[in-house]
């Protein structure tokens, strides 16, 4: 019933950055879960690429993207953001803005689950 719409995807060349952002519905989802972005890459499975509370901060990421990549949040909008740099075309897939209770990379732990947003790089 929460809602986690995404926004910020679309196509880059090689090096090139890309914002996106989840607006999370629900205040209480927002203060009392652990928020995140995943990604799939056609024919891969899903990864966790990032995840915060946003409440506390204290982000953690996949070693693919370290360095990389920044989770931050926003809560006076409610929001959580990927910042997303030195994109190689390893990193094209779609990303999921996530909502759960755990700190966990399962996927299948995540209750909530944003619709998802396209992020294609280009060599």
């Known amino acids: 019933q929460v809602q986690l719409v995404e926004s910020g995807g679309g196509s880059v060349q090689a090096g090139g950055s890309l914002r996106l952002s989840c607006t999370v519905s629900?205040?209480?989802?927002?203060?009392?879960?652990?928020m995140g972005w995943f990604r799939q890459a056609t024919g891969k499975e899903r990864e966790l690429v990032a995840l915060?509370?946003?409440?506390?901060?204290?982000?953690s990421y996949a070693d693919s993207v370290k360095g990389r990549f920044t989770i931050f949040p926003d809560s006076a909008k409610n929001t959580v953001s990927l910042q997303m740099d030195h994109l190689t075309p390893e990193d094209t897939a779609m990303y999921y803005c996530?909502?759960?209770?755990?700190?966990?990379?399962?996927?299948?732990?995540?209750?909530?689950w944003g619709q998802g947003t396209q992020v294609t790089v280009s060599s």
């Open positions: 915060i509370y946003p409440s506390t901060g204290d982000p």
């Open positions: 996530v909502a759960g209770r755990s700190l966990t990379t399962r996927a299948t732990a995540y209750s909530n």
């Open positions: 629900s205040t209480y989802t927002y203060n009392t879960n652990y």
